[in-house]
C-alpha cells in the first residue's frame, strides 16, 4: 500500500517506491507509529459507529413500516450489510489518512515547496519544522 502512495506521488516506478516507501516509514517510525494507533482506533470507533447507527435506523424502519413482523432478521440482514460498508468505508478513510502522512513528510523532506503544490496553511505548518533547525544554524555575533 505504501509503495503504491509513493509511485502516486513521486511517479517513480514499483521497486524504487517500495523501497522509498519502506526508508520514509524507517525514518519516520515515531509518527507512523503514532498515526497507526489513533488510526486504528478511530478505525474501530467508525466501525463500530456504521454498523450500530446502520442497525438502529434500520429497526426503526422496519417497525415502522411493518410492526406485525418480527424485526431479527431485517436487523440482521442490516448488520451484515453494514458490516461491509463499514468495512470498505473504513479502508478507504485508513488509505486516505497514510497518504496524507506520506504527502506532509515527503513536503518536509523536500523543503521549501510551491505554492501550487502546498496550500498557505499547510506550508506555514511544514516550514514551522525548518525554522528552529536555521535559528540553531546562525553563526554567534559575539556581543
Known amino acids: 500500500k505504501n509503495a503504491y502512495i509513493q ?6 516506478g514499483f521497486c524504487r517506491s517500495a523501497k522509498a516507501a519502506f526508508f520514509l ?8 507509529g503514532t498515526i497507526a494507533a489513533l488510526g486504528g482506533m478511530i478505525h474501530a470507533i467508525g466501525f463500530i459507529f456504521i454498523m450500530v447507527a446502520t442497525c438502529v435506523i434500520g429497526y426503526f424502519l422496519e417497525r415502522e413500516m411493518h410492526p406485525d413482523i418480527s424485526p431479527f432478521m431485517p436487523v440482521m440482514c442490516f448488520l451484515v450489510v ?11 478513510f485508513g488509505l486516505a489518512v ?3 502522512l506520506q504527502c506532509f513528510i515527503a513536503c518536509e523532506e523536500m ?3 510551491d505554492d501550487d503544490i502546498v496550500p498557505a496553511s499547510l506550508k506555514n505548518f511544514v516550514n514551522e519544522k525548518k525554522k528552529p533547525a536555521a535559528v540553531e544554524a546562525q553563526p554567534a555575533t559575539g556581543e
Open 7 to 12: 509511485i502516486a506521488l513521486m511517479g517513480k
Open 25 to 32: 516509514i524507517m525514518r519516520n517510525a515515531l509518527r507512523f
Open 82 to 92: 453494514s458490516y461491509e460498508v463499514a468495512d470498505l468505508f473504513m479502508s478507504v
Open 98 to 100: 497514510d497518504t496524507s
Open 111 to 113: 523543503g521549501d515547496v
